[in-house]
């Protein structure tokens, strides 16, 4: 991931910049955002069965991918971007909740989906940061071992095994997905 330092950002700045939905702002500095084929394949598999069961229960919406977060109190310093969640009509407010721009409450539910461009170290301070400012709950998808990996606001995490699923907990009621279901086949990349 790159990073751009010639001068610090803000979140507002990040809404006006033309491609400013292909980076994200961590105290004031740009981080490209790019993602991979699979990574996201998984995740918007995993988004589209979370909407579905949200849409089902009437108990509230999906996280869009890529949907710019100002959750972390930090006057706008920091824009992470994850790969869609989920937050309860409770937590939101309002059954018509839809913000225009960038997400201000917490969801309960945020997921990221690991590429090979990603850097863990960042990706380990960013879900800390998530838990730190009230989400929930973090899957991490790992594609290319069809894995995953829990991350709970108590500070615990669970590892999911490619046979494993992610369950719903308490802030999706009946929720169930086996990895199996989302992950991509053993793959290889024409590219290489």
Same mark, same amino acid.
């Given at each position: 991931?790159?990073?751009?330092?010639?001068?610090?950002?803000?979140?507002?700045?990040?809404?006006?910049?033309?491609?400013?939905?292909? %980076?994200?702002?961590?105290?004031?500095?740009?981080?490209? +955002?790019?993602?991979?084929?699979?990574?996201?394949?998984?995740?918007?598999?995993?988004?589209?069965?979370?909407?579905? +069961?949200?849409?089902? +229960?009437?108990?509230?919406? $999906?996280?869009?991918?890529?949907?710019?977060?100002?959750?972390?109190?930090?006057?706008?310093?920091?824009?992470?971007?994850?790969?869609?969640?989920?937050?309860?009509?409770?937590?939101?407010?309002?059954?018509? %909740?839809?913000?225009?721009?960038?997400?201000?409450?917490?969801?309960?539910?945020?997921?990221?989906?690991?590429?090979?461009?990603?850097? $863990?170290?960042? $990706? +380990?301070?960013?879900?800390?940061?998530?838990?730190?400012?009230?989400?929930?709950?973090?899957?991490?998808?790992?594609?290319?071992?069809?894995?995953?990996?829990?991350?709970?606001?108590?500070?615990?995490?669970?590892?999911?095994?490619?046979?494993?699923?992610?369950?719903?907990?308490?802030?999706?009621?009946?929720?169930?997905?086996?990895?199996?279901?989302? $992950?991509?086949?053993?793959?290889?990349?024409?590219?290489?």
């Amino acid at each position: 991931m790159t990073t751009l330092a010639e001068r610090a950002y803000s979140a507002a700045d990040l809404l006006e910049m033309e491609d400013g939905e292909a %980076f994200e702002l961590e105290d004031g500095v740009l981080r490209e +955002h790019r993602v991979g084929y699979a990574s996201e394949w998984a995740a918007v598999r995993l988004l589209g069965k979370v909407d579905a +069961h949200a849409e089902q +229960h009437q108990s509230g919406r $999906m996280v869009p991918t890529n949907t710019g977060l100002r959750i972390f109190g930090d006057d706008g310093r920091s824009v992470p971007r994850s790969d869609g969640g989920y937050i309860s009509f409770e937590r939101a407010g309002d059954r018509h %909740f839809m913000p225009r721009g960038y997400l201000a409450i917490p969801p309960e539910l945020l997921i990221e989906s690991i590429s090979p461009t990603d850097e $863990m170290g960042y $990706m +380990h301070r960013k879900i800390r940061r998530y838990l730190d400012a009230g989400v929930d709950v973090v899957w991490v998808l790992f594609p290319d071992t069809s894995t995953a990996e829990v991350y709970h606001s108590d500070g615990t995490s669970t590892f999911v095994p490619a046979d494993g699923y992610l369950s719903g907990e308490a802030f999706l009621p009946g929720f169930r997905c086996a990895l199996s279901e989302i $992950m991509p086949a053993p793959y290889f990349d024409a590219a290489e």
